[in-house]
């Protein structure tokens, strides 16, 4: 490992030691060892003293440093798990025989409907009109009221014209009726819109709202004025 010091703090100012009066034709005074002594101790003091300063000061290349330097995140309370959501809700799964001779023509069967929201929604045919697409030419354009309440299915009919039922119980118009978990819920047609009801449970993570939401923002700040 190489080391990078900085050299500065390696020079020091050293006063040089007074001459002595001894004559040239003299031999070596004990002054002179003397200061010869002292300075080579000085020397040699300095140079343990810049040792010394430097040991702490020493700085690691930045490649070097990247490659074996981590960073750690310290918290007091631990490690906090995203936030999220237990949201229950239901579940139509069709369950008919896909028969379509009764219409005339061929119909494709339809999907299974997940319900979450608490809100209520319209199921029927017609896309601009129905929340909850079925289409089936014997469900109405607007054929039911569905409502995802309390951790309770709710079910009204709106005066279809082949009505909404319950397994073999048909919904009075403008009442609403709890869906038991397991039952059969049929809208107008037990061939093709037919249905069996199950209770479900999910998980839904709030992180992905607010990564689109910080997006949404850095992008707006950064966006070129007009």
């Not at 709106?158 to 919904?171: A, F, H, K, Q």
């Not at 850095?218 to 070129?224: H, L, S």
């Amino acid at each position: 490992m190489e080391a990078i010091v900085g050299k500065s703090l390696c020079y020091a100012k050293i006063c040089k030691p007074e001459r002595s009066c001894c004559s040239p034709s003299s031999s070596i005074s004990p002054t002179i060892l003397q200061c010869k002594v002292s300075m080579f101790g000085y020397e040699s003091g300095r140079k343990v003293e810049c040792m010394r300063m430097i040991k702490p000061l020493i700085l690691f290349p930045d490649h070097e440093r990247n490659n074996k330097v981590g960073v750690v995140y310290a918290s007091s309370e631990g490690e906090a798990s995203p936030a999220s959501n237990v949201v229950q809700g239901w579940l139509l799964e069709p369950v008919g025989d896909g028969d379509w001779k009764h219409i005339g023509f061929k119909v494709a069967m339809p999907g299974a409907y997940e319900i979450l929201s608490s809100d209520e929604m319209v199921i029927g045919r017609q896309a601009g009109k129905a929340d909850i697409v079925i289409p089936v030419a014997t469900v109405s354009g607007m054929h039911a009221r569905i409502q995802n309440k309390q951790g309770s299915l709710l079910i009204s009919d709106l005066d279809s014209t082949n009505g909404t039922y319950i397994n073999e119980t048909r919904v009075v118009p403008g009442t609403k009726a709890v869906v038991p978990p397991g039952s059969l819920l049929t809208f107008g047609d037990n061939h093709l819109a037919i249905f069996r009801v199950s209770k479900i449970e999910k998980t839904v993570s709030n992180e992905p709202e607010e990564s689109q939401e910080k997006t949404e923002i850095e992008t707006t700040e950064v966006a070129p004025q007009p």
